[in-house]
């Protein structure tokens, strides 16, 4: 014991220089006896007791988070819709009004500066959310990309906490304590309504691979709607939900994690979500000409491919181990977790295009010096039924 | 959960048994094993094997973490439990007892081992 060769979410950890903040709901995750950890500069709930219980509590029943970490960009104006169509590869001008958008902010050599959900809440306004740890950058860019448009560009990150119920009870659960219509709110939309009498944005949007929401509220707001989602969620079999099964859950899911899968070295189009840029928008956006040139590179003579790789045994890969094949390394891991929902340890990499099929034979993961044999296979791990 | 009176323990979070029939079982602490998360994979030396106190015998896998596992003393491996390898979560549900990982004929051992007292003072900063 004693010396942790990888720290916790190793890869999302930034220097600090500041005590690291904490959430409108920090009283309660201490209350709980959640274990801390440092992420992104903010002190955020790792698990509160068993992280694979937390997981499987998401998969079969619900799982409230608190991800108020999460930094959120307002833009008004009447040029809004516009500004984004140049600042982000989407086209977001074409969202309806109460719908929402999965889509990324660019390099103009098309390097990924972080992946977003873009919400559309009125003509002229949008909800920006950044990871955390890419939030001042985001924020940034933004800013640097609005003149020009008549539009403003708002830091809310403090204007906002934000909570999450998932799983496959999270709508019987959020119905008893809000009066919106959730049966209307299809998947990725958002409207405002009241959950447990405050105002709240409430979004059908997650990160784990279930039906979820995602409630952004007023901080001061936070703990009533903890504790009211707690409380509706009790027969449903809900419990608190820490970082470390969010990881777990995306990971199955085949979602992406910036600092991860996804950098400013990277191109959507090498992260295999090329889907997300919209060439056809008829205006010029930051990163076109190198993503159009990424895209034809994707097409015809890819470097490495995001796959997902299944240990035929039972150790762990982690982020940066090396992908082998023959005695050669051919990719790196970028994740690697124990899978709960498969039983056995689950990865993304990203591989030379030669092995990347698959049922490739022969690949291998160097697991601190041994060659530990596994599956190459299509992403996602998991998929609800629906 | 208390740390057992009868046990001493290392700084580097294992515990170590009297000696029964000649050898000692060792295991990793309920603080260590809660630190971890939840185990998902032990590896552990092999019966005959010389373990040196101090030097890692072994590693422990949690979700997010990998330790190494550290001799608590020196001696040979007589035995080691199988049902954590083959149920690793045992680690986390009953570190003193079920999930013990192996047993040694000690040979040596170094000074500094704890008390049960001492190795809660240990952990309480």
């Known amino acids: 014991m004693g010396r942790d060769i990888r720290p916790p979410l190793s890869g999302s950890l930034m220097i600090m220089t500041d005590a690291p903040r904490r959430t409108a709901l920090d009283a309660t995750h201490r209350a709980l006896g959640a274990t801390m950890t440092d992420f992104a500069g903010w002190d955020m709930p790792l698990r509160y007791a068993s992280e694979r219980d937390e997981h499987n509590a998401v998969r ?8 108020s ?3 959120e960009i307002t833009i008004t104006g009447p040029q809004a819709g516009e500004l984004l169509d140049y600042a982000l590869v989407g086209r977001l001008s074409a969202v309806g009004v109460g719908r929402a ?5 660019c390099q103009e050599d098309g390097g990924i500066l972080d992946d977003l959900i873009v919400y559309r809440l009125a003509d002229h306004e949008y909800m920006v959310v950044a990871n955390a740890s890419n939030a001042q950058v985001v924020l940034d860019a933004l800013t640097a990309r609005a003149p020009g448009f008549d539009a403003e560009v708002r830091d809310d990150r403090d204007a906002y906490a934000l909570i999450a119920v998932q799983g496959p009870e999270s709508s019987g659960i959020l119905k008893s304590v809000t ?8 998947y990725y939309a958002g409207l405002p309504g009241t959950v447990a009498g405050v105002s709240a944005l409430i979004a059908r949007t997650g990160y784990t691979g279930e039906d979820g929401f995602e409630l952004f509220v007023r901080p001061a707001d936070a703990v009533t709607v903890w504790e009211a989602l707690t409380e509706a969620g009790k027969g449903a079999g809900l419990i608190p939900c820490g970082l470390s099964c969010r990881d777990t859950l995306r990971l199955e899911a085949g979602m992406p994690l910036y ?6 070295a990277l191109t959507p189009f090498d992260a295999g979500l090329g889907r997300v840029v919209k060439f056809d928008k008829p205006v010029d956006f930051v990163g076109r000409k190198a993503l159009e040139q990424a895209a034809e590179r994707a097409e015809t003579a890819p470097p490495r491919k995001l796959v997902g790789l299944v240990a035929q045994g039972r150790r762990v890969p982690r982020a940066g181990y090396e992908v082998v094949a023959d005695g050669s390394v051919i990719g790196e891991i970028t994740s690697g977790a124990p899978s709960p929902t498969l039983g056995k340890p689950v990865a993304m990499a990203y591989v030379d295009a030669a092995h990347a099929e698959p049922g490739t034979a022969g690949v291998g993961v160097d697991i601190r010096g041994s060659h530990e044999p596994y599956d190459v296979v299509a992403l996602p791990f998991y998929k609800r039924e629906r | 959960m208390s740390n057992p009176e009868q046990l001493r323990y290392s700084k580097e979070h294992e515990w170590l048994s009297p000696a029964e029939d000649g050898a000692s079982t060792v295991g990793i602490t309920a603080h260590a094993a809660n630190a971890l998360g939840d185990v998902v994979y032990v590896q552990l030396p092999e019966v005959g094997d010389t373990v040196t106190a101090g030097e890692t015998c072994g590693e422990l896998e949690s979700t997010k973490s990998v330790s190494d596992l550290y001799a608590p003393v020196t001696g040979e491996v007589t035995a080691v439990n199988q049902d954590v390898v083959d149920d690793p979560a045992l680690v986390n549900s009953a570190p003193f007892e079920g999930g013990w990982l192996f047993k040694v004929r000690v040979t040596d051992e170094p000074g500094d081992l704890l008390s049960a007292d001492e190795y809660t003072a240990f952990t309480a900063g």
């Open chain 1, 179 to 186: 009066d919106a219509d959730l049966d209307g709110l299809k």
């Open chain 1, 69 to 71: 970490h999460m930094g």
């Open chain 1, 101 to 105: 958008r999965y889509t990324m902010i």
């Open chain 1, 60 to 67: 079969t029943r619900a799982g409230l988070f608190d991800l």
């Open chain 1, 259 to 264: 600092g991860h899968e996804l950098s400013t």
